[in-house]
Antibody, heavy 119, light 106 residues
Framework: EVQLVESGGGLVQPGGSLRLSCAAS????????MSWVRQAPGKGLEWVAS????????YYVDSVKGRFTISRDNAKNSLYLQMNSLRAEDTALYYC????????????WGQGTLVTVSS | SYELTQAPSVSVSPGQTASITCSGD??????ACWYQQKPGQSPVVVIY???KRPSGIPERFSGSNSGNTATLTISGTQAMDEADYYCQAWDSSTGVFGTGTKVTVL
């Protein structure tokens, strides 16, 4: 069974840092692009970042460029999101998701980990 | 930046057809997909590549995309289809979601 399990969320003060992790199982992790997608409380979905199978290509939404870094460890079947200089507007449920197909759609999602940025 | 616009809400009677639209500049030149999200749950893709259904998605879900508008159609809507629906497309390797539509089955 394909599973994506996020961890690392929590309460952090503005300007602080947090590292999210996503443990993948049930599929060949290094075959897939992976992404982080977030959802602020009561709001819609927002794509955050994506990373190629070998980590050689990374893309970010403008609002996190220079602050967030997506990475992966294929040996550990894990995806990460290093979040620095956090702002209140980064408060959201962060999902790890697997990109599929040539047209890129998210076919598998984790349950999400909640990040709250507040003093 | 690229934007996708959806109506905030759509109401439909059980058994009737619900149409959810997604508007964006030259959206028809891109692939559109649709995600269903029920309260407290992670999103699930119901349509990808404009009109393809993943395995396990009922045939009552269909999609189209032309010009500036992509459309998700739910035929014979059931109570279990009540959810938020988001369209999504890629613009130069940047993922863009629509604003979301809440479908209420009355």
């Amino acid at each position: 069974e394909v599973q994506l399990v996020e961890s690392g969320g929590g309460l952090v003060q503005p300007g602080g840092s947090l590292r999210l992790s996503c443990a993948a199982s049930g599929f060949t992790f290094n075959f897939y692009w992976m992404s982080w997608v977030r959802q602020a409380p009561g709001k819609g979905l927002e794509w955050v970042a994506s990373i190629k199978q070998d980590g050689s290509e990374k893309y970010y939404v403008d609002s996190v460029k220079g602050r967030f870094t997506i990475s992966r460890d294929n040996a550990k079947n894990s995806l990460y999101l290093q979040m620095n200089s956090l702002r209140a507007e980064d408060t959201a449920l962060y999902y790890c998701a697997r990109l599929e197909g040539s047209s890129w759609y998210w076919g598998k999602w984790g349950q999400g980990t909640l990040v709250t940025v507040s003093s | 930046s690229y934007e996708l616009t959806q109506a905030p809400s759509v109401s439909v009677s059980p058994g009737q057809t619900a149409s959810i639209t997604c508007s964006g500049d030259k959206l028809g030149d891109k692939y559109a997909c649709w995600y269903q999200q029920k309260p407290g749950q992670s999103p699930v893709v119901v349509i990808y590549e404009d009109s393809k259904r993943p395995s396990g998605i009922p045939e009552r879900f269909s999609g189209s995309n032309s010009g500036n508008t992509a459309t998700l159609t739910i035929s014979g809507t059931q109570a279990m289809d009540e959810a938020d629906y988001y369209c999504q497309a890629w613009d130069s390797s940047t993922g863009v979601f629509g604003t979301g539509t809440k479908v209420t089955v009355l």
